[in-house]
């Protein structure tokens, strides 16, 4: 069972930044594919961005592409995620989720960004952060 550890919510003006951070104390997370999933009250929990362990590539949902950027430190273990530009209806509940492999069984497929987003394909979660972007 890997314990991931999510930090860096809080409430910022529209507009603003915040980065928000996965750990864990357990496993090497370069080891685990890597997701970031949000769930905004009365919706369902929808993928936000994820990162790769075998081949290091980064997806992201077409509501956040150009604002955020999903990246690791391996030196602390962390994987973060640099929202910018936010905006109120990123509004939401964020949580961090990892997997052994994550969507690479669908290395060269169509499929992979949908896999790689969806929150079926990964094994252990954090317990969330809130975001909260208002005015």
């Known amino acids: 069972q890997v314990q991931l550890v999510e930090s860096g919510g809080g409430l910022v003006q529209p507009g603003g930044s915040l980065r928000l951070a996965c750990t864990t104390s357990?496993?090497?997370?370069?080891?685990?594919?890597v997701g970031w999933f949000r769930q905004a009250p009365g919706k369902e929990r929808e993928g936000v961005s994820s990162i790769s362990s075998s081949d290091g590539m980064r997806f992201y949902a077409d509501s956040v592409k150009g604002r955020f950027t999903i990246s690791r430190d391996i030196t602390k273990n962390t994987v973060y995620l640099q929202m910018n530009s936010l905006k109120p209806e990123d509004t939401a509940v964020y949580y961090c989720?990892?997997?052994?492999?994550?969507?690479?069984?669908?290395?060269?497929?169509?499929?992979?960004?949908?896999?790689?987003?969806?929150?079926?394909?990964?094994?252990?979660w954090g317990q969330g952060t809130q975001v909260t972007v208002s005015s």
């Open positions: 989720a990892a997997d052994p492999r994550g969507g690479q069984d669908y290395s060269g497929s169509s499929m992979r960004p949908r896999v790689e987003l969806d929150s079926r394909t990964y094994r252990f």
């Open positions: 357990e496993y090497t997370l370069d080891y685990y594919a």
